[in-house]
């Protein structure tokens, strides 16, 4: 059984960066797709990106795209969300989530109910 634990979270300026983790217990990790959603107050959860099992042809939501990169270290069980050129409006708590597909692409895993499992979350909160 496959846990997720996301990390990285904080409080950043306007313009700032931070980096996300998502450590993934158990040894079946390769053989995850791996996808980042974010949830502010009042709104639903929010597709922001994807990757596939090698870690190649990640798929972004068109808010965060040429902002945010998603990686993965599969020797580490590990997936990252770098998150540059932050704005106010990307305020949420950020869920890392994983689906057992070897599908190439990941711009098919961009719903909520792609997903077998989530992790717990991890608050980002931008300023002005």
């Known amino acids: 059984q496959v846990q997720l634990v996301e990390s990285g979270g904080g409080l950043v300026q306007a313009g700032g960066s931070l980096r996300l983790s998502c450590a993934a217990s158990g040894r079946t990790f390769s053989s995850l797709a791996m996808g980042w959603f974010r949830q502010a107050p009042d709104q639903e959860r929010e597709f922001v990106a994807a990757?596939?099992?090698?870690?190649?042809?990640?798929y972004y939501a068109d808010s965060v795209k040429g902002r945010f990169t998603i990686s993965r270290d599969n020797a580490k069980n590990t997936v990252y969300l770098q998150m540059n050129s932050l704005k106010p409006e990307d305020t949420a708590i950020y869920y890392c989530?994983?689906?057992?597909?070897?599908?190439?692409?990941?711009?098919?895993?961009?719903?909520?109910?792609?997903?077998?499992?989530w992790g717990q979350g991890t608050q980002v909160t931008v300023s002005s």
């Open positions: 989530a994983s689906k057992n597909t070897l599908l190439a692409s990941a711009r098919y895993l961009t719903g909520t109910a792609e997903y077998d499992l």
């Open positions: 990757i596939n099992w090698s870690g190649n042809w990640p």
